[in-house]
């Protein structure tokens, strides 16, 4: 019923003591007006793609990729944060960039091509994380390093950087467990607030080996793990279980038609909402600025799917959808059982502590914050729909995000709370230490 949008955020301002640098003028005006995303996965390859959009274009191949294979997306998130890197590396390489390297800076001949580079880094990874797809990744590939504008002997150069590039992210990632079986770490339970498959799919959980995948930029999954849920016969607990029994149901609720309203807007899938949206901001800066931004923003963006994750399947915490038909056996006596209650958006298929949506938004805008050196900023984000909202700071939509799944029934309130807090330490620890210039 529903369509994702690829869909910028758009810095429109920003209101801090600090001159606004140009790009960041020219960033809002480009981004409000125009996604590459959508360009990209429109058209296919325009000729004599160039600058951010030839890292879009490849980031974008691997989302289809990972589609045609088939695999959970969570899964090709990662895999796509890997090529992010070694596009990084790659263009670092050949700019002679004055920032710390992933995994490797090769030698670059002068003149080298950054695009062929990117382009060359982008299509090893694709090869090693999509063995079967070799056929359609060749094709792509001839078609990005067809219309490089530079000459012969500069793309060769470029290429030569791009695979010596990728490899050494590859020999990184050694042992990284993004290829472990999707049900490693998940042991079924039962009980007052244990998590089960929910309704109305009753599907196997969602993706627990994430929970072991090394994060980017620091080696443990449990670095930033959460305290425990509340337990189910505290006033969190049950102030949480009413607020979402109330607001969260489908039929015969508080929930006002605005409620439902952002409930649908923030319905999308947080990583990959997210992801489009540090591209999208990404478009009107140079090649390597861009490389860096979107490299450290999507690693972001992972790195707190993996934190949430740990702490979802340590947990394993119940979903309103199961524990509000279930209150008469939770031990507390203010929470009154619904047997017919159904959440207003259907419940994802993993467990609900802590809120994956805000912990994944707080990780971008944690970034953004360290990036832009400020929290206090217009921006317009389009959701669902190509719904647009204003917004003038970072707690804005840290509060809106939260809402938006209490709302539709997804989460209690706490969760969204732990995540954004989880999710803030996460993106601005990314942010500080990956990537890094030389000098810092």
Same mark, same amino acid.
């Given at each position: ?50 600058? @951010? ?23 090709? $998130? ?126 196997? @959980? ?18 930033? #793990? ?8 505290? #006033? ?22 605005? $409620? ?31 490389? #860096? ?43 009154? @059982?619904? @047997? ?101």
């Amino acid at each position: 019923m529903y369509k994702l949008i690829n869909s910028p955020i758009a810095l429109v301002g920003m209101h801090c003591k600090k001159t606004i640098p140009a790009f960041l003028i020219t960033l809002a005006i480009v981004v409000m007006m125009t996604s590459p995303m959508g360009k990209a996965a429109a058209g296919g390859l325009p000729a004599g793609l160039t600058g @951010p959009a030839v890292l879009d274009d490849w980031g974008n191949r691997f989302t289809s990729l990972g589609a045609s294979v088939p695999e959970n997306a969570l899964r090709t $998130q990662v895999r796509t944060t890997i090529a992010q890197l070694a596009m990084f590396d790659a263009v670092n390489a050949v700019l002679d960039g004055p920032y710390r390297p992933f995994a490797s800076k090769p030698a670059s001949a002068p003149g080298a091509s950054p695009e062929a580079a990117a382009i060359s880094a982008a299509y090893i990874i694709a090869l090693n994380e999509f063995p079967t797809k070799t056929a359609t990744i060749d094709s792509a590939y001839n078609a990005s390093i067809a219309v490089v504008p530079a000459s012969p002997e500069a793309i060769a150069d470029g290429i030569v950087v791009g695979e010596a590039a990728a490899n050494a992210v590859l020999a990184a990632r050694v042992g990284d467990h993004r290829n472990d079986p999707d049900l490693e770490g998940y042991t079924p339970g039962s009980g007052p607030g244990v998590w089960i498959p929910t309704p109305p799919a009753f599907a196997n @959980p969602q993706t627990p080996f994430l929970r072991f995948v090394t994060p980017f930029g620091y080696d443990d999954p449990a670095r930033f #793990r959460p305290h425990a849920p509340p337990a189910l016969d505290s #006033r969190t607990y049950t102030a949480d279980y009413n607020e979402s029994k109330d607001l969260g149901r489908a039929t015969d609720t508080s929930r006002t038609g605005e $409620q439902s309203a952002t409930a649908l807007f923030w319905s999308p899938s947080a990583s990959a909402l997210w992801s489009a949206n540090v591209r999208s901001l990404a478009s009107a800066m140079d090649l390597l600025t861009a490389a #860096r931004f979107e490299a450290i923003g999507i690693a972001a963006v992972t790195n707190s799917l993996i934190a949430c994750w740990d702490a979802k399947y340590t947990y394993m915490f119940w979903r309103p959808v199961t524990a509000i038909p279930a209150g008469d056996i939770d031990g507390n006596s203010k929470t009154e @059982p619904d @047997p017919a209650w159904t959440p207003f958006i259907p419940t994802p298929s993993h467990p609900e502590y802590p809120a994956a949506h805000t912990t994944v938004g707080a990780g971008a805008l944690g970034f953004y914050t360290v990036w832009f050196e400020t929290d206090q900023f217009p921006l317009a984000f389009e959701g669902i729909a190509g719904a647009v909202r204003p917004y003038t700071s970072v707690a804005e939509i840290h509060a809106e995000e939260g809402n938006a799944r209490v709302w539709g029934g997804m989460h209690w309130r706490n969760s969204t709370e732990v995540g954004t807090a989880l999710g803030s330490k996460v993106g601005k620890y990314t942010a500080t230490h990956l990537l890094k210039r030389l000098d810092d």
